[in-house]
C-alpha cells in the first residue's frame, strides 16, 4: 500500500517548481490598435511600438509577486528539509499558509486589475495549481493516514 503521508514534500517541491515557472512566463497580454503589451509579474509591462498604457494596474500585482515568492521559500524550505528527514511540528500549516496565499491572490489580482480584451498567460492559471497542490500537501499530512 502507497504511504501518501510521508511524501508530503515531493507535493510541495511539485507546487515550488511549478510556481517557480509560472513566475518566468507572461502574466497576460494585450492587444491595442497594432501594439501587443505584455504584463509580467511585479507590473512589469513590454511592449513594442509607441508607449501604451493600457495595463494599469494598482500595484497588486507586485504583492501577488513578492507573496509567491515567500510562499515558494517556505515550500522549498519545508519540502527539502523533510525530505533530508527534519521532522517538523507546523509543516502543515506552512503548507496550508502557502496554498491560500498562492490560492487567493492572483484570484484577487486577476479580479482587480482585470483589463478587458485581455488574454490570461500561464502565469496565474500556474500559480493557482501550485496552490491547489499546496493545499492537497496539507490535507494529505494532517488527514490521511489516521486511524
Known amino acids: 500500500m502507497v504511504d501518501f503521508k ?22 497576460g497580454s ?17 511592449y513594442w511600438g ?30 527539502v528539509n523533510t525530505w533530508r528527514g527534519k521532522e517538523f511540528k507546523w509543516d502543515w500549516l506552512m503548507y496550508l ?15 482587480l486589475e482585470g483589463t478587458s480584451g485581455a488574454v490570461i498567460g500561464f502565469a496565474p492559471i500556474g500559480i493557482i495549481i501550485a496552490g491547489v497542490i499546496a493545499i492537497g500537501a496539507f490535507a494529505v499530512d494532517k488527514f490521511v493516514g489516521r486511524e
Open 97 to 111: 499558509l502557502s496554498g491560500l496565499v498562492m490560492l487567493i491572490c492572483p484570484i484577487l489580482t486577476l479580479v
Open 50 to 79: 509607441s508607449p501604451a498604457d493600457s495595463w494599469v494596474g494598482s500595484g497588486l500585482s507586485l504583492w501577488t509577486f513578492g507573496l509567491t515568492v515567500f510562499s515558494i521559500a517556505l515550500l522549498l524550505f519545508y519540502g
Open 6 to 27: 510521508k511524501d508530503t514534500w515531493l507535493y510541495a517541491l511539485i507546487a515550488a517548481i511549478l510556481a517557480i515557472i509560472a513566475i518566468f512566463t507572461p502574466w
Open 30 to 46: 494585450v492587444e491595442v490598435m497594432t501594439v501587443t503589451i505584455q504584463s509580467w509579474m511585479g507590473g512589469g509591462v513590454q
